[in-house]
């Protein structure tokens, strides 16, 4: 016998109807497993609220009887960059007790602030959602809304470290069926 995953089917085929729904069942615990790992992952890289991550990776689809392949992806919208640590910042002015001095923001879970001196707080058209903008130039309508990572692309720099082994899907496999 090969060690291909076809070989490994055929093994599983030759067992009967149950094996495969035990296989469909253990598919689909991994795949929960995996969401709750790379939610925690995400959470470990990117300074987003954790109900934030959870909302935005899912498990699009379960393994059946007869798909037996478990989806799980994340939200690749990118994330407006005011839903990471955002804070006003003021100076003293001249005239009146404070100015805006910019804003600072905190990407990164352990990274450092950053200092975006000519951002601001906006009210985003047709919406009642809050963004971080920064001036472009002069005028009223010269500012550009500023994005941070989505949760998709910090979803892709963990997938491969906590994605389970063909092995230890086998070994689950194993342990569920009882041979």
Do not use: C
């Not at 093994?11 to 615990?29: H, M, P, S, W, Y």
């Not at 709750?36 to 934030?52: M, T, V």
């Not at 407006?80 to 001095?101: A, F, H, M």
Request: hydrophobic residues 35%; charged residues 25%.
């Amino acid at each position: 016998m090969s060690n291909s995953p076809e070989s490994a089917l055929d093994f599983i085929r030759k067992l009967g109807d149950q094996a495969i729904e035990v296989l469909a069942q253990t598919l689909n615990e991994a795949g929960k497993e995996l969401r709750q790992k790379a939610i925690d992952q995400i959470g470990q890289q990117l300074n987003l609220p954790r109900d934030y991550i959870t909302r935005h990776v899912t498990v699009r689809q379960r393994a059946t009887r007869t798909r037996l392949q478990v989806t799980i992806s994340a939200e690749s919208r990118p994330v407006l960059l005011e839903r990471y640590d955002s804070q006003q910042q003021y100076r003293p002015g001249k005239t009146v007790p404070q100015v805006n001095d910019g804003v600072t923001v905190q990407v990164k879970a352990r990274g450092s602030r950053k200092r975006i001196r000519q951002g601001f707080f906006i009210r985003l058209r047709g919406s009642d959602t809050i963004g971080l903008a920064m001036r472009t130039g002069k005028g009223q309508k010269a500012y550009k809304v500023l994005h941070g990572p989505s949760v998709a692309q910090a979803y892709s720099s963990v997938r491969d470290d906590i994605e389970p082994t063909s092995d230890e899907l086998f070994q689950l496999f194993i342990e569920r069926f009882q041979l």
